[in-house]
């Protein structure tokens, strides 16, 4: 590995394997370090139950409303933003699909034409935007993740094509980037080489000799481990190390599904639902670590999904709760679900904050993370003050700890506002009027 092809993010070579890597100090000019900024959007299907979401009174952020608890240790790392909409996420004209226009609306800010057929058209999404200019420097232009499985056609929500329910990041009005919900696949595109079929063959081969993809890389590794610092050396082990427990975590699934007769998930997709949304966190803050992507997109749930969570007492569909009618024990219900996709975001954020950047910042810092729904009351389908969450950004100039009114513009203008943080150059995201500035 010589000189002049190492820079301080590099990456590790062997069988099937291109293993991007953490920034380290050893490789570093002083005055050539620039981290970069990445990109975010995770989706929380069928609004939440805004009482309990949203903190009462605006300014700093101190004690979070029962929804948000989860995420109290980090009210320092990140702004609650209120009086963002999505019209076009009503039917204007249109009748029903409430559920597919949020999903389609919620990244584009634009209105889906209503059809299910081939002839499909929505608008291109914010995360692309960025990735047009922001994936020219990674292995991976954006990276698109789901837990649900892939819908590309056929007729979902009231005469709506699935493609706009289970897609969240659309490159052209017609072409939505269709997430990966398989763990073991999104780890072999951010871990394996390339998907040529002779790598592909590789990555096979692997499996197939029970290999970590890590011992493949082994030797180049041992060779760049010797021309790092102390601190630059346990960092290196540190990552290795988060890599190498991610796959067994993969492999442990794989084994455990394939000894169960239930054929209800694929191969890779853990039976889990927390444990398939926490590795999949763990694969977002790995490719964001090793800079193997800077856009991110992560659909939890479609809108509309039925899942139940018997795991914390609400064996009923989480979309029939959602039109509760007042009902108290299933607005009560409702909350535990936010609650729990509260907690998982918590993981999320305290992954990054705990992964170290090259001058000691945190990955936190170097992100802008929008976690939020293309609904906010989910009994009456509304598509107006949206729950709306920012996270990290504060080495980049974002104010956090804080809970602001936009004064109800769309949801697009904060997008516009923060590819503006990013250095990306838009005049417009769908129905955006403006820049929001105030971030």
Not at 40 to 63: Q, S
Not at 141 to 148: I, N, Q
Not at 188 to 208: M, Y
Not at 362 to 385: E, P, Q, T, Y
């Amino acid at each position: 590995m010589s000189n002049h092809l190492f820079s301080r993010r590099s990456m590790l070579r062997g069988l099937g394997v291109s293993l991007a890597l953490p920034s380290f100090e050893s490789f570093a000019r002083a005055s050539t370090v620039n981290i970069p900024l990445r990109m975010g959007f995770t989706y929380i299907p069928n609004g939440v139950i805004m009482d309990e979401w949203r903190p009462k009174a605006t300014g700093a952020l101190k004690e979070l409303p029962k929804s948000l608890k989860p995420l109290q240790q980090f009210t320092k790392d990140f702004q609650v933003l209120s009086g963002l909409d999505h019209t076009k996420a009503y039917a204007n004209g249109d009748g029903g699909g409430d559920h597919a226009r949020a999903n389609a609306t919620f990244l584009t800010g634009c209105q889906a034409k209503k059809t299910a057929g081939k002839d499909i058209s929505l608008g291109v999404s914010v995360d692309q935007i960025a990735a047009g200019v922001m994936g020219e420097h990674t292995k991976l232009r954006s990276l698109e993740l789901s837990c649900d499985g892939v819908r590309r056609s056929g007729k979902c929500d009231s005469g709506y094509s699935c493609a706009y329910q289970y897609n969240l990041s659309w490159k052209t009005e017609s072409m939505p980037m269709v997430p990966e919900s398989n763990p073991r696949l999104v780890f072999e595109r951010l871990f394996g080489k390339s998907n040529s079929p002779v790598d592909r063959k590789n990555q096979l081969k692997r499996r197939a000799i029970n290999k970590s993809i890590l011992d493949f890389a082994f030797e180049d590794a041992k060779n760049l481990r010797k021309r790092l610092g102390i601190v630059d050396q346990e960092k290196l082990d540190e990552y290795f190390s988060s890599v190498r427990e991610l796959e067994k975590r993969i492999e442990r699934d794989e084994k455990s599904r394939i000894n169960l007769s239930n054929l209800e998930y694929p191969e890779g997709i853990p039976g889990s639902y927390k444990e398939h949304l926490r590795i999949m966190f763990d694969m977002k803050s790995l490719a964001y670590q090793s800079d193997s992507t800077r856009v991110c997109s992560f659909l939890l749930a479609h809108d509309g999904s039925n899942r139940s969570f018997r795991d914390i007492g609400v064996p009923e569909g989480h979309h029939s709760l959602s039109h509760h009618r007042e009902d108290p024990e299933k607005i009560k219900k409702l909350a535990k679900i936010d609650h729990f996709y509260s907690e998982q975001f918590a993981y999320f954020l305290e992954k990054i904050s705990n992964i170290r950047e090259i001058d000691g910042s945190r990955l936190i810092d170097h992100c802008m993370i929008v976690l939020g729904s293309g609904i906010s009351d989910g009994n009456r389908h509304r598509h107006s003050d949206l729950p709306v969450l920012l996270a990290g950004g504060q080495a980049h100039g974002l104010t956090t700890g804080r809970h602001i009114s936009c004064g109800n513009v769309p949801m697009t203008n904060l997008f516009l506002g923060i590819l503006n943080k990013a250095g990306v150059n838009a005049s417009q995201v769908g129905d955006s009027t403006g820049k929001l500035m105030n971030l």
